[in-house]
């Protein structure tokens, strides 16, 4: 769900762009605090996550302090969110994600990806993936026009998944699936987005794939056009090739098929709603410059810094009924489909630090920016994904049965989130909306799933066999 058309929100040398998945945000040391205003509407780029960028950033990397101090929002470096995650036990065990391939499906790619990889991790003290290729199966891709803010989003997009899945599991091999069409509201892009995904899981080249897009389920012309699209998904599901999407970055809503406008009741997403799919939701960290928590993690919603929808996305679906694995959660997702399954990082207060080396039609410039949504939480699983697979010897497959089971046991690996809800209030067309969302509770919820993960924990329970 990046689409074309994008609500911005303009507020002091900020701008925010909705995309399902991410969000950015950026100034200069000693800049003025972020204070975003009402929103306006304009057409700016996909949606695969929300994104709050500045026109001004950093030129290193900077610190939490320095986030706080010139923004008024935390940032995070890599270090940080391994800490919080509970993953550095883990590599010391040699676990981080080698031999197994992280396959990052987006529209068009970046320009400058592999040399702002290498920044990021010379910034971070990383190693370079052991492999990194970038493969177009669906077709050749148009060649990057910096004046297209379309595909400057695209690119930053590709930017945040491609770093932040190596964050998690340096060790992991990276496999970048570029697509010619953008995906948007509906069914474009994603014909080309099934061809590509077929492609990698026939040639066996990819164990966990990541999406940070989606698109509205009311935005098909029928349910029946939506599930011609699923046959990845299904081939994933023979092939063990675990498949995770990001639930949204508006909430309990989406967008409407003008890719301005949002829905003024509950709405969900696709590939997020699909029971063949594990679907990414989003939480806020509260972390120190060690990555120790100040504060326990509470469901992901950046109203108040956004002035309009910016939050977890999560609900029922409207064309799939509740897949077995639901079933211990029937009281929650009644008869439907009930998104998301777990949640990680995705707040703007509290973003990743991304390094991106391009200039774009959206404003964009080279440096570091600060991003945030589900589709930073999408590219994190899948690098946990990858540990897990390596702790296994072996792919894991759709992973939601096994989630839900270790939840139902109490398992640690799997961790509660009991703060916060993704209500979001919206202005459009002179009048304001409130879509009421889902508080987070005790057990599952449709807002923060069944809750985050503590790494350490969840990859042997994920490597186990079925008891």
Known sequence: MRSRPVSIVAGIGLVAVSVLGSTAVAAEPGGATVRPRAAAVGRVAPRPSARLLARRHWQAPPTTA?????????????????????????????LTGRGRTIVIVVPFGSPTIRQDLKQFNRAFGLPDPPGFRIIAPAGKVPAFDPRDPEMAAWAEETTLDVQWAHAVAPGADILLVV????????????????????????????????????????????????????????????????????????????????????????????????????????????LDAKGRRTAPDNVWNDQKLFGTAAASGGGRSRIFARPSYQDGVRRVVGEHRGTPDV????????????????????????????????????????????????????????LNPRLYELARRGSPGVVDVTRGDNTVTFTQHGRTFTVTGFPARPGYDLSSGLGTIDAARLVPELARSDD
């Open 179 to 286: 697509t010619p069409v953008s995906e948007t509201q509906g069914v474009q892009g994603f014909p080309e987005i099934v061809k590509a995904e077929n492609h990698v899981i026939d040639h066996d080249l990819g164990d966990v794939i990541s999406q940070s897009f989606g698109a509205t389920e009311e935005t098909f012309p029928t349910a029946q056009s939506l599930l011609r699209l699923r046959s990845a998904f299904k081939n994933a599901r023979e092939h063990d090739v675990t498949v995770l999407a990001a639930s949204g970055d508006t909430g309990a809503t989406g967008f409407k098929r003008n890719l301005t406008d949002l829905y003024t009741s509950r709405a969900n997403s696709w590939p997020s709603s699909d029971p063949l799919v594990t679907s990414v939701g989003g939480t806020q960290l509260h």
């Open 66 to 94: 320095q986030c706080q101090a010139s923004t008024g929002v935390s940032c995070y470096a890599p270090s940080q969110l391994q800490r919080a995650y509970n993953l550095k036990p883990l590599y010391k065990r040699g």
């Open 343 to 398: 949640a990680m990082s995705a707040a703007v207060d509290g973003g990743v630090l991304v390094r991106i080396g391009f200039s774009g039609g959206d404003g964009i410039t080279p440096g570091w920016y600060i991003f945030g949504g589900t589709s930073a939480a999408t590219p994190e699983l899948a690098g946990v994904v990858a540990v897990a697979a390596q702790a296994a010897g072996r792919r894991l497959g759709l």
